[in-house]
């Protein structure tokens, strides 16, 4: 075999050089094929804050190397025909979130927010094992998703604020939540005041409305029921108002655990609080109130029922958040401290009942 001219080699050695071998190639196919999908996310991120996609852009851009970049994923369902309530209010705030991050300072290539509808992107729910929406998962730069990377959206809600709180925890990236603005609040307080100005004006002579003592009670009232039953845990937690099994259509209205609840679970309580109180009311009536004897007693069985009913109902949601609680108000137990024929088995009408017949 004839050997190369001197020229001729050193120009082979000098491209090989150049080139630095098959290593040096391989790694600049990747900064090139990295270099282009960053760009492609940086281009559709800033038309959409949140980028939509199927199964193709998931395997190409979040599950394919190379990745110098997180993406935070919502997988959810927002066709009509879903009727996933929850998925439209979580759609809302992380909306809010993509937007806050979009348009601050902590804008940067290092993250992205995407979505993966079911209906767009099945075969991704089918590769992840996902039967549940919506879902929240975090693909770091490097490596798999761990525990962590699942957001728990039992837990936490799905409040903006709460978002930002868990991708700051696992990207670094802190985004200062910034809300639309909501001028329910200051139409309500100008209405509220335009009221109060009114009332004054009308009954500037005579303004003993204002040391009715009933109404403020009754106002007193309902702010006490409203912040007992977990009204403002939802305005900071922002939780769905309902949970519907994907499986089998069935809503659930109260959370199975004592670390969350749902919107609905709050109305419950706080009729059932509202129950309770009204039932103490009437008891408080027929005790003090100067009516005939027969309209008393009435009261008075209407209030005991109202108390043991509604009273025994908030036993039984509690029960169903702290498993294991052995007391309940609809059926007790053997009383260690009384007849079992009397109370220790009594439901809540035998219960009127028999106190029906003591006032007799």
Known sequence: MAALPVPLLALVLLLLAGCGGPGAAGQRRKEMVLSEKVNQLMEWASKRSV???????FRRLVKAPPRNYSVIVMF???QPHRQCVV??????EYQILANSWRYSSAFTNKIFFAMVDFDEGSDVFQMLNMNSAPTFINFPAKGKPKRGDTYELQVRGFAAEQ??????????????VIRPPNYAGPLMLGLLLAVIGGLVYLRGSNLDFLYNKTGWAFAALCFVLAMTSGQ????IRGPPYAHKNPHTGQVNYIHGSSQAQFVAETHIVLLFNGGVTLGMVLLHEA???DMDVGKRKIMCIAGIGLVVLFFSWLLSVFRSKYHGYPYRYIRLGPCSSCSPGLWGTATPLELCWLIWEILL
């Open 87 to 92: 998925c439209k209010q979580a759609d809302e």
């Open 51 to 57: 980028i939509r996609m199927n199964g193709d852009k």
């Open 232 to 235: 403002m845990w939802n305005h």
């Open 76 to 78: 959810t369902a927002l």
């Open 287 to 289: 005790a003090t109130s």
């Open 163 to 176: 978002l930002a709180r868990w991708v700051a925890d696992r990207t670094d990236v802190h985004i200062r």
